[in-house]
Antibody, heavy 119, light 107 residues
């Protein structure tokens, strides 16, 4: 079964750093890009950017450039989304999703990781 | 950035009725790089339609997509109880964007 499994919910304080993960299985991980999508509480979907795990080619949405970092470890079929210092506005559900090319739809999604930033 | 507008914001219908959802782009979308996703509360989005009109694997044929250029439509021919959900359109060109969504709820 093709699936993306994301790491568990996180509760952190403002200013802390965080890395969440997305592990692929059931397919060749390096053949697909991994996109990250934010969904703030009660709101819609926002594309944050995407990474090619085979060569770490990355495209960030201008809205998220400089605020997040994508990375990937091919050896364990895992992509990461990282913040160096989160604000309360970072509270959201974060999804990863695979797509075959940069002009392909997102056909398989992770279950989402809830991040709560609160003091 | 291509801005997508969806209408209506909410569509209140009964099971068995036909649903027609609209997605309009601020500029022409090349190669019909337009997808529709369904999202239920607490779940990840699910790909329904890609290439404006091609159903994704396993999607029932009551879902259909149409349109080109800047105007696209998702039609659900006969609503089943499990179809009441949020629907998003997305253009997946160079810098993907999503529409704000249409909620299909029970009348």
């Amino acid at each position: 079964e093709v699936q993306l499994v994301q790491s568990g919910a996180e509760v952190i304080e403002p200013g802390e750093s965080l890395r969440i993960s997305c592990q692929g299985s059931g397919y060749s991980f390096t053949n697909y890009w991994i996109a990250w999508v934010r969904q703030m509480p009660g709101k819609g979907l926002e594309w944050m950017g995407t990474i090619n795990p085979s060569d770490s080619d990355i495209s960030y949405s201008p809205s998220f450039q400089g605020h997040v970092t994508f990375s990937a470890d091919m050896s364990i079929s895992t992509a990461y989304l990282q913040w160096s210092s989160l604000k309360a506005s970072g509270t959201a559900m974060y999804f990863c999703a695979r797509h075959y090319t940069t002009s392909s739809p997102m056909d398989v999604w992770g279950q989402g990781t809830t991040v709560t930033v609160s003091s | 950035e291509i801005v997508l507008t969806q209408s209506p914001g909410t569509l209140s219908l009964s099971p068995g009725e036909r649903a027609t959802l609209s997605c309009r782009a601020s500029q022409r979308i090349s190669s019909s790089n337009l997808a529709w996703y369904q999202q239920k509360p607490g779940q990840a989005p699910r790909l329904l339609i890609h290439g404006a009109s091609s159903r994704a694997t396993g999607i029932p044929d009551r879902f259909s997509g149409s349109g080109s250029g800047t105007d696209f439509t998702l039609t659900i021919s006969r609503l089943e109880p499990e179809d009441f959900a949020m629907y998003y359109c997305q253009q997946y060109g160079r810098s993907p964007t999503f529409g704000p969504g249409t909620k299909v709820d029970v009348k």
